[in-house]
């Protein structure tokens, strides 16, 4: 409580506004009113000497400061469009706002220039790396989550999983904050072509939540630009069944901006899971062989509407709703066959399973936002109420066919949770001068989760709980944070240093009384960044940061399905946060046709968390997540995007790192160490009439701990598009998961057992997009409502 007290009252005793002396201040926009960053602005006097001179900002914000008194010309100007020449006077310790600036194109001159590329698809910012999304194939005819998997540094699992360099603990935020689109499946209900931009962030600020080994990946969504009414109708036929239909609606006026979103998706997914373990029970060799059949049946509905309302010029009120309803049908068959040494068969059993669930996930928004008259300063408040509940119930019914055919008892699980969360938080950007800004905020979070689980056998006279599997689960978090930080420029050079500070308190509970355990994270998370710009075209920049990684719900909760008669995965209500120390240099070059993008970085993990598989005294086998002692990952990361031709754009990725674990767990050493490689290459061709073609491949090297090892992974996807009426609509085609090649191969090793596992989740999907819009040049269907803690 000291540490966040000490940030606290630095916060406060930092002034909201300083007095400053001869300053002009402004915002640059292009029609329809689009921020222009980059702008050169001079201010010149008599004889054409220049007195003061800047660059407008990613907002089209500009300010020069410290001018004396006197009569001057401020020009604006950019390549590509007409400069600007305006007369100003300026009085003593007099503050001049120029208002809004349009810039003209200059027509003239781009019909002479002969444009061969476009605006670069990666960038550096002084705090991460910023991918802009093109039209690419597979970008424009997929979800969100296809799309992360274009993206370099990030890939997405078979099973959903988003990994950052490798590491999956990383935090996924839109517009720059925490929201329910990204919970559960509603990543992938949003289309790809709705985001503008995929910020990278290994390294974060202060400014954002400590939460995140791996770094936080920042999904920007493309805002509503044209006034009037505008929208598009998506519309998603696949096979096997992908059936999406997703219409939206929005209208901009001077005051007032509406935008609303309705979603529906219906999927149909095919797995396949085969296992072969072998194993000793008193001291005689037991070999199984199982197969797994998966039938999975999803129904989804995402509602998301809301407004922005302009008070005036300096005041902006947001308000949005959200939910993301979803009912699960699901059917699974399993088949195990048990066998001796030689292979005489010993006995097979057959478990079929089908369970129901339903999840409803809702989010209120609230956000206020004024700006001032010194360009550059901001107040923001923001709240947040999440509200979801869940109900899912399995039934299990189990015989045996070998030797002795037999119905066992049946099965029957249910699971029932909910939750609310609140959030509340505010951040004040204060520019010092010219060159510098202060930054600072105070937040709070607040959730409460209640779960209920149990398990029944069925009998002669009814049903009976199995194992004393009836657990009512109270889970309740509150977190405080504060943070400072500090920005600035010297020629060149620019930094940015922050100290974050953030006080977390858990509680978690058990009906029964069978535990309850309280616990108190308390720590400091200080930032820095630097960056050297060369020139225009090559950057240098080196980044450190401290994390936190917090055990999700899952890994807490004992609770467990019953589904596999071998194994089951439980949570550890004992597991304690990671924490990590993150040290990178980048350097970005652009030349006329190749982006050139090599990274080095460090990473030091205490307290990892790691799966531990082990058998227990009913020959079970038990996964469940433990903390070990420490983890160190060094590695290189080398990104290149070649144009040879306008027509022909080839992306390539490598990303090779050693890591090494030390620690133990009861009679487990989890001491390792290896090294590992992710690659990926991406081709695009765009031929005349809008036609274009892309393939991707995706390759994920074989890797391990202690007890597992993870086989290589393959994919290749491929896509087509073409866009005819006059750009209002475009048709897609695209093929995931080619040849069914991504499969997860691994093997789990114990003192006494091994199991081989093959798992498919997903078969081959072919889909077919239509998209078709009105009134609208850049395509939009979702949108985050107005956040303060966008960049």
């Not at 225009?536 to 450190?544: C, M």
Request: charged share 20%.
């Amino acid at each position: 409580m000291k540490q966040l007290a000490i940030i606290f009252f630095t916060i406060l005793s930092v002034q909201y506004s300083l007095a400053q002396k001869g300053q002009i201040t402004g915002i640059i926009h292009e029609k329809p009113a689009v921020p222009v960053s980059y702008v050169t602005v001079t201010l010149k006097e008599r004889g054409d000497k220049a007195i003061a001179a800047g660059i407008s900002d990613s907002k089209g914000i500009f300010r020069l400061e410290s001018i004396p008194a006197g009569n001057y010309t401020i020009s604006y100007s950019l390549a590509g469009f007409q400069t600007i020449s305006i007369p100003v006077e300026l009085k003593s310790d007099e503050v001049i706002n120029m208002g809004t600036v349009i810039l003209e194109s200059d027509t003239k001159l781009l019909q002479e220039v002969s444009v061969t590329g476009q605006r670069s698809s990666v960038s550096l910012k002084l705090d991460k790396k910023v991918f802009e999304v093109g039209k690419d194939v597979l970008s424009q005819s997929g979800a969100v989550t296809d799309l992360l998997n274009i993206v370099p540094s990030v890939s997405v699992s078979p099973a959903g999983a988003i990994s950052l360099r490798g590491n999956t603990n990383v935090l996924v935020l839109i517009d720059g904050r925490r929201t329910g689109l990204t919970q559960g499946n509603a990543l992938e209900q949003v289309p790809a072509d709705q985001v503008e931009r995929v910020e990278v962030i290994t390294n974060p600020s202060s400014r954002f939540d400590a939460a995140g080994s791996a770094g936080i990946i920042n999904i920007i969504l493309k805002k509503n630009k044209k006034a009037g009414f505008s929208g598009q109708l998506r519309l998603v036929g696949g096979i096997p069944n992908e059936t999406r239909i997703s219409p939206s609606l929005s209208y901009k006026s001077d005051k007032l901006n509406l935008f609303a979103t309705y979603g529906i998706r219906l999927s149909d997914y095919v797995g396949l899971y085969t296992m072969k373990q072998s194993s000793r029970l008193s001291d005689t060799p037991v070999y199984l062989n199982q197969r797994q059949d998966e039938n999975r049946h999803d129904d989804a509905k995402l509602l998301y509407f809301g407004a922005d309302y302009k008070i005036n010029d300096h005041n902006t009120i947001t308000a949005a709703f959200m939910r993301n309803s979803t009912h699960d049908h699901d059917k699974t068959e399993l088949n195990y066959l048990y066998s001796n040494k030689n292979g005489v068969i010993d006995s097979s059993l057959s478990r079929n399973g089908e369970s129901w669930e339903r999840r409803s996930y809702n989010q209120l928004e609230l956000n206020y936002t004024k700006t001032f008259i010194k360009a550059g300063k901001k107040l923001t408040v923001d709240m947040q109420y999440d509200f979801w509940d869940s109900d899912k119930n399995w039934n299990l019914t189990t015989g045996r066919i070998f030797p002795n055919a037999a119905t066992l008892p049946m099965i029957r699980t249910n699971s029932m949770g909910k939750s609310k969360d609140f959030m509340i938080k505010t951040d004040m950007t204060q520019p010092l001068d010219s060159t510098s800004t202060l930054e600072f905020g105070l937040k709070m979070e607040d959730r409460r989760v209640n779960s209920d689980f149990i398990a029944e056998q069925q009998n002669s006279e009814g049903w009976e709980i199995i194992e004393q599997i009836d657990n009512h689960l109270l889970y309740k978090e509150l977190i405080g944070s504060a943070y400072i930080q500090f920005s600035g420029k010297t020629g060149a050079l620019s930094y940015q240093g922050g100290l974050r500070g953030e006080l977390t308190h858990i509680g978690i509970e058990d009906r029964s009384g069978s535990y309850t355990n309280e616990k108190n994270y308390n720590r400091l998370f200080p930032t820095l960044n630097i960056s050297y710009r060369f020139n225009e075209r090559a950057t240098l920049q080196g980044s450190y940061s401290k994390r936190i990684n917090r055990p999700r719900l899952g890994m807490i909760y004992p609770f467990n399905e019953l589904t596999d008669l071998t194994s089951r995965y439980v949570g550890n209500p004992n597991l304690n946060p990671s924490y990590a120390n993150v040290f990178e240099f980048t350097f970005l070059k652009n030349w006329k046709n190749i982006t050139f993008n090599p990274s080095f970085y460090y990473q030091h993990n205490t307290g990892v968390m790691e799966d531990y598989t082990f058998r227990n005294t009913d020959g079970l086998f038990i996964t469940m997540p433990v903390n070990i002692n420490k983890e160190t990952r060094q590695g290189f990361e080398l990104s290149v995007l070649y144009n040879p031709m306008k027509w022909l754009q080839i992306n390539t990725e490598l990303n090779a790192f050693h890591y090494e674990e030390q620690g133990s767990y009861q009679n487990q050493s989890f001491d390792y160490s290896g090294n590992t490689f992710t690659a990926r290459v991406s081709t695009q061709v765009k031929l005349k009439n809008k036609l274009a073609f892309q393939t991707l491949y995706n390759f994920r090297g074989a890797n391990a701990t202690a007890q597992t090892r993870a086989d290589a992974l393959h994919s290749i996807d491929i896509g087509c598009s073409k866009t005819f009426l006059k750009d209002r609509a475009t048709l897609m085609f695209d093929v995931g998961n080619l040849f069914g090649l991504r499969k997860l191969k691994g093997r789990t090793i114990g003192s006494d057992y091994e199991i081989s596992q093959t798992n498919i989740p997903n078969a081959a999907r072919y889909r077919l997009t239509l998209v078709y819009r009105f009134n609208q040049k850049d395509n939009q269907t979702v949108r985050q409502a107005k956040s303060g803690n966008r960049n």
